[in-house]
Each structure stands twice: as structure tokens, then as C-alpha cells.
């Protein structure tokens, strides 16, 4: 790959960024709007997308509380964002887990703060914008080292799709 390409990939991504969670709408939003509040963040990415029937569906199947008056709160959001991510390479089944382990340890802010940081960081260093990943957070544990691997996966489909996107062109 030549050095122009390369730096064309990593300019696709260069200043992402995923909402904090306090930075998150907590007026309540509805089905579509969340769908492309979400999309929108995660646009810079390329092939991630939300839409309002895969939401449902995740509703349906658990991964997700019912929204109230047919709103999304801001924890749900948050779940929402880390599953359309999380997605790219993990079955349902297994993103059920890893919340499940998530709730378990960390309440829904600490935990989605921690994956923006973590996605950020991991996105910057497979892009080759720092030479290698931050560590990010004080405490070593299973749940974070699952976390960064499903993490880790996801940055390398991002960069393959975007590679392969820019050689067809």
C-alpha cells in the first residue's frame, strides 16, 4: 500500500469520536431518531449502521430495556451504541454475555465512558495514528480484556473494509 493510501485511511477517521455519556440526549428520544443519532456518530466508521427495526429487534430479544413511551433514555443509547459496534464481531448470544458481565462490574456511564475511551484509542492506533494503544484505566480484569479484543477485532474489519473500499475505487 502506498503512503498516500494509507494516510487517506486513516484521514476517514482522524477526530472520531463517540459521545460521552453525559453528552448523550437524556430528553428521550424515539425509535428513528435514535437510529440516526447513532448512525450518524458511527458514519465515519463505514460499514456500522443502525436502524429502527434492528433496534427493535434488540428489544425484542432482551439486549435492550423497552423503551418507555416509546423513548430512549440515555443508558439504552449507550447499550445501543456499544452493541452496533460490538456487532461487527460478535454473535447476539455473546454481546448478551458481555453486558451481562458489564452490569455485573460497572454501572452503564463508567461502563460506556470506558468504551468510547477504549474504542478511540484502539481505532488511533490500527489507523496508524499513535504507534501504540494507551492503556486505558487503572484495574486489570477479564471483562476489559474481552472488551479490547472485541475491540481490537472490530478496528481491523473498520481499516480491511476501508482498504479494500479505497483499491476497488
Known sequence: MSLNMKM??????????????????DVGLYLEQVAEYISEYLKPLGNITLTGSMISNYV??????NPMKKQYDRDQIAYLFFIAVAKMALSMDDIRL???????TYGPQVAYDYFCLEFENIIQ?????????DVIGVDDTEEKTMLRNTIIT???KVYLDKYFEKIRN
Open 8 to 25: 487517506e485511511i486513516g484521514e476517514s477517521v482522524k477526530g472520531f469520536r463517540l459521545p460521552r455519556y453525559q453528552e448523550i440526549p
Open 98 to 104: 458481555m453486558v451481562e458481565m458489564q452490569k455485573k
Open 154 to 156: 472490530v478496528a481491523h
Open 125 to 133: 492506533y490500527i489507523f496508524g495514528m499513535k504507534e501504540s494503544p
Open 60 to 65: 425484542k430479544k432482551g439486549l435492550v430495556s
